[in-house]
């Protein structure tokens, strides 16, 4: 006959009355215990191989605010197509969103996701949008999903489909969706645990826990039996205070940069386009400045440019004609109002710009900068509205393609643990010639960096600098997310304190 203590016996008592298996929110209802005092018993029993306890994760969903309005009137693309259809397939962006009753806020959400879904096509200049062969009309499995989810207050996510389960992180990345995890802790009686059972518990005396004065005083304390300390028995873990792990990549970045003779640049989150696009040769037509590439303050609309007369005068002859820099520059009235339109950093570019207008600049020097920037991208596996990115520029004489390419080399193989890179050409129109990183890992794969490039001379000259600049834009959270080995860009950005919590330095 095995002995056990009180409450031991029964939960174990409860156990077997409730078939064998038992979660401890049964087990408290069952055996009037609370869930502390059953779960200390169920690790002495564990300890004892009389039961083994188990754990499951589960996953469940429910709409916020704003899916239960998409759950109600359809997701905004649905809304904006439908109407589309009803104008005819073609019409001005104005025309359609009052035909389809859309509120404002949801006006650059519907517009990127007809165009990413391919339902139709947006010419930015007309401002019109055409359906783009017939309207798709069956529902997608994240209007699917939304529909199942308006008529539940939540679902477990391991109960839907392979395919719900996948539009599941489409609709969290929109944020129309909250996903709370639960880990369920299972209790179930072993051979030897049955066969204690058949054989009968017997109850150990009353035992002490705790010396108190009384006992002392007294000298009871001779004639109670002491509670064994049983130094094998599990604890619960501990996790002491310590800095993100991608935090510490990111210190990890920039302590390489520095060791390698680089400063860092600093510049405000909120900028005017004169910094952001203008002095990097980009159009005030170009379709990153619409607001579906951009992030527009509301207000004030307008800032100040710091930058002297000269260099604003130099810039705005570099779009118009070209200036002294042997480009026919983009032939139009460049608008003095429009370069000093406030939006939110688009990229990390335009502390370089700042940067090589400094005072402070050194010829030959190096600067790098980590900064977040904001797009209105679609959120997916690989990209964000909100994301970091790490920027670079070298400024010196006789510098070369060859050797922008051995600093994207070692940023990919010594910062991210790549093992193998691959250069591409690209465009951007402020660098010639281009290249796009990316880079492979085995146990990975391969993922896309960023670009990077030689400044022209419509972006170099009007800020007075006469010598090459070589520049690199990197997403610095693809950095981490392959020397992690992360398949989704927002695992990083999780708030899940067990991911947070087991994550080792790398």
Known sequence: MVELREQERKTLLAIERLGGVASVEQLTKESGLSDTAIMRAALALQDKALIRIREERRSTVRLNAEGRIHAEKGLPERRLINALDRLGGKATLEKIVEKAGL???????ALGWV???????FDAKANTLQILGSIQKKEGNDEKLLKLLSGKDQRAIEDLSSELRETVQILKGRKLLEVEEKTKRIFEITEEGWDTLRRGIKIVTEEITQLTPELVVSGKWRKVKLQKYNIKAPVAKTWPGKKHPYMRFLDEVKEKLVTLGFKEMTGPTVETSFFNFDALYMPQDHPAREIFGIYLVKSPKYGRIDANKRVLLNVKKAHENGWKTGSTGWRYDYSLKESKRLILRGHGTCQSVRTLLSKDLEIPGR??????CY??????????????????????KNLTLRDLLGVLEKFAIDIAGADEVKFKPDYFPFTEPSVELSAYRKSYGWIEFGGSGIFRPEVTLPLGIGVPVIAWGLGVDRLYMLKAEIGDIRQIFTQDLNWIRRREML
């Open 375 to 396: 797009r209105p991208e679609v959120v997916d596996k690989t990209h964000l509205t909100e994301f970091n990115q790490v920027e670079g520029i070298v400024v010196d």
């Open 103 to 109: 509120e404002k806020q949801f006006i650059p959400i």
């Open 115 to 121: 165009q990413r879904k391919k339902w139709a096509a």
């Open 367 to 372: 600067y790098f900068s980590i900064v977040r």
